[in-house]
């Protein structure tokens, strides 16, 4: 199973960045998928997570960034709007996925991408 992420870059305070994730792989069922992000010298944080189609946030993103789910793709969106240059950080896709009927479910991690706001 592999996680693809892309959709990072620099932007301007206020703009709008839209990251995507693709899963692939030996897929059978997906419980969550979500993205995370990490600024240098601090733990990662969760951004915004789907499961089953109930949502989380970070407060901090609350009213800004929303989250959605192609199931049917196995993919995740994060539309991130009225960034702010606190938003800068690498954003890390996760998903909760069991690669089989017989398989618990697995925690898998795609690769980072740099999102940069400035002010």
């Known amino acids: 199973v592999q996680l693809q992420a892309s959709g990072g870059g620099l932007v301007q305070a206020g703009g709008s960045l839209r990251l995507s994730c693709a899963a692939s792989?030996?897929?059978?069922?997906?419980?969550?998928m979500g993205w995370y992000r990490q600024v240098p010298g601090k733990e990662v944080e969760l951004v915004a997570e789907?499961?089953?189609?109930?949502?989380n946030y970070a407060n901090s993103v609350k009213g800004r960034f929303t989250i959605s789910r192609d199931n049917a793709r196995d993919m995740v969106y994060l539309q991130m709007n009225n960034l702010k240059p606190e938003d800068t950080a690498v954003y890390y896709c996760?998903?909760?996925?069991?690669?089989?009927?017989?398989?618990?479910?697995?925690?898998?991690w795609g690769q980072g991408t740099q999102v940069t706001v400035s002010s």
């Open positions: 792989g030996g897929i059978f069922r997906i419980l969550s």
């Open positions: 789907n499961t089953s189609g109930r949502t």
């Open positions: 996760n998903a909760q996925i069991k690669p089989s009927s017989i398989d618990d479910y697995s925690d898998y």
